[in-house]
């Protein structure tokens, strides 16, 4: 092939989505000595003689030396069927190419604390920035001719994915996948700075990496909300609240059924009925060997209240706090003559130390005391 090309310069028409491009586009070219290759601003170019990388050509005008003499390439084409000194250029754009999308395949099985074993799938965009072109050609583009960020997006992608979801199991351990979402910029960087070696060796730099947004299941998404509601509503996070939840909105479902007025109120009166029943249903579910009452099953026993607690008193006897004494004690301290209707007593509830005799509470110890034994001194002697 003869490509009689005297300047070889790249004018990049594709909207930003061609990343290489090659002169001539396919095999090579019998360039003669002194041609001269134009590299503009955001390019470089990787000029190739006879198959092998000579030299990555900076921003700027460059003379290529290409061993074909014009006059003496004529005498080798006598003897050769082709030019045997042929060279071509790959142009290289430097820029950043965005807008490069990459998703999980499979979903990535983790381990929540709180829902077991949950599929998550994730999906983000990233950029990537060609920094070494000579390793880029060599390991990418190569002789299959990839030149489009379309193709080096494929290329690129299941690297990505994969230390994503190595990443991402490392971070969920003791967590929940509740917290992701809250976690995607923190990720992000983790992902961007654990790839750099795998995109260096391509002379390849992973200029940004998004993640935009991580897919729960829609049973956990659910869950969620339900749990959600509940604590709207004031109910606790256990079982009951479930259960109680569920019995409002059988009662709010029942009574939005169609009918009229007779129908609302039957579907009123049932979904009350549900609600009262409710609480039987999950005594039962809790306690299989226990029935309802009327249906093959004794009722259970109310329990009785508890015993009520006595009241005790702190008495100051012979100046100092003792007690605290029930009634019955304080009785057999009046007997002993420790007590008197002028002895100071203090219980929980009182503002202040008061006399026994004004405590309502200690009326009966001393309606109950005995009277003073009599006299025993003599009758007086008679005058």
Same mark, same amino acid.
């Given at each position: 092939?003869?490509?009689?090309?005297?300047?070889?310069?790249?004018?990049?028409?594709?909207?930003?989505?061609?990343? $290489?491009?090659? @002169?001539?586009?396919?095999?090579?070219?019998?360039?003669?000595?002194?041609?001269?290759?134009?590299?503009?601003?955001?390019?470089?170019?990787?000029?190739?003689?006879?198959?092998?990388?000579?030299?990555?050509?900076?921003?700027?005008?460059?003379?290529?030396?290409?061993?074909?003499?014009?006059?003496?390439?004529?005498?080798?084409?006598?003897?050769?069927?082709?030019?045997?000194?042929?060279?071509?250029?790959?142009?290289?754009?430097?820029?950043?190419?965005?807008?490069?999308?990459?998703?999980?395949?499979?979903?990535?099985?983790?381990?929540?604390?709180?829902?077991?074993? $949950?599929?998550?799938?994730?999906?983000?965009?990233?950029?990537?920035?060609?920094?070494?072109?000579?390793?880029?050609?060599?390991?990418?583009?190569?002789?299959?001719?990839?030149?489009?960020?379309?193709?080096?997006?494929?290329?690129?992608?299941?690297?990505?994915?994969?230390?994503?979801?190595?990443?991402?199991?490392?971070?969920?351990?003791?967590?929940?996948? $509740?917290?992701?979402?809250?976690?995607?910029?923190?990720?992000?960087?983790?992902?961007?700075?654990?790839?750099?070696?795998?995109?260096?060796?391509?002379?390849?730099?992973?200029?940004?990496?998004?993640?935009?947004?991580?897919?729960?299941?829609?049973?956990?998404?659910?869950? @969620?909300?339900?749990?959600?509601?509940?604590?709207?509503?004031?109910?606790?996070?256990?079982?009951?609240?479930?259960?109680?939840?569920?019995?409002?909105?059988?009662?709010?479902?029942?009574?939005?059924? /169609?009918?009229?007025?007779?129908?609302?109120?039957?579907?009123?009166?049932?979904?009350?009925?549900?609600?009262?029943?409710?609480?039987?249903?999950?005594?039962?579910?809790?306690?299989?060997?226990?029935?309802?009452?009327?249906?093959?099953?004794?009722?259970?026993?109310?329990? /009785?209240?508890?015993?009520?607690?006595?009241?005790?008193?702190?008495?100051?006897?012979?100046?100092?706090?003792?007690?605290?004494?029930?009634?019955?004690?304080?009785?057999?301290?009046?007997?002993?003559?420790?007590?008197?209707?002028?002895?100071?007593?203090?219980?929980?509830?009182?503002?202040?130390?008061?006399?026994?005799?004004? $405590?309502?509470?200690?009326?009966?110890?001393?309606?109950?005391?005995?009277?003073?034994?009599?006299?025993?001194? /003599?009758?007086?002697?008679?005058?």
């Amino acid at each position: 092939m003869s490509l009689r090309l005297e300047v070889l310069k790249w004018e990049d028409n594709s909207r930003g989505s061609r990343m $290489v491009q090659r @002169i001539p586009a396919q095999g090579m070219a019998d360039l003669k000595l002194g041609a001269r290759c134009i590299v503009q601003e955001g390019q470089a170019a990787v000029f190739f003689r006879n198959g092998q990388a000579m030299d990555t050509l900076k921003p700027g005008g460059h003379t290529l030396s290409t061993e074909n003499i014009p006059l003496v390439s004529k005498l080798y084409k006598l003897v050769y069927k082709d030019a045997p000194f042929q060279s071509s250029v790959y142009f290289v754009s430097m820029k950043p190419f965005r807008d490069m999308k990459w998703g999980t395949k499979e979903p990535i099985l983790l381990e929540d604390t709180k829902f077991g074993f $949950v599929n998550v799938r994730a999906f983000g965009k990233f950029s990537i920035r060609i920094t070494d072109p000579k390793t880029f050609i060599s390991e990418v583009v190569g002789t299959e001719g990839r030149q489009d960020s379309t193709d080096i997006e494929r290329w690129f992608k299941d690297v990505v994915c994969a230390r994503f979801s190595d990443l991402v199991a490392e971070f969920m351990t003791g967590k929940s996948v $509740v917290q992701l979402q809250s976690k995607r910029d923190e990720i992000a960087v983790a992902t961007k700075a654990r790839t750099a070696d795998d995109f260096q060796k391509y002379g390849v730099e992973l200029y940004d990496f998004l993640v935009s947004s991580i897919s729960l299941p829609e049973s956990v998404k659910e869950a @969620i909300n339900q749990r959600s509601q509940m604590g709207a509503l004031g109910l606790g996070g256990g079982g009951q609240g479930y259960m109680q939840m569920m019995a409002a909105q059988a009662m709010r479902d029942a009574a939005q059924q /169609p009918g009229g007025a007779v129908g609302g109120m039957m579907g009123a009166g049932m979904g009350l009925g549900m609600g009262m029943m409710m609480p039987n249903m999950m005594n039962q579910a809790l306690n299989p060997g226990m029935g309802a009452p009327g249906m093959g099953a004794p009722a259970m026993a109310a329990a /009785p209240p508890p015993l009520p607690t006595p009241v005790t008193f702190h008495a100051a006897i012979g100046g100092t706090q003792q007690g605290p004494f029930d009634v019955a004690a304080l009785q057999g301290l009046l007997a002993q003559g420790q007590l008197t209707p002028e002895t100071l007593v203090w219980r929980n509830g009182m503002a202040a130390w008061t006399p026994a005799a004004q $405590v309502a509470e200690l009326g009966q110890v001393f309606a109950a005391a005995p009277p003073p034994l009599p006299s025993m001194a /003599p009758p007086p002697l008679p005058g």
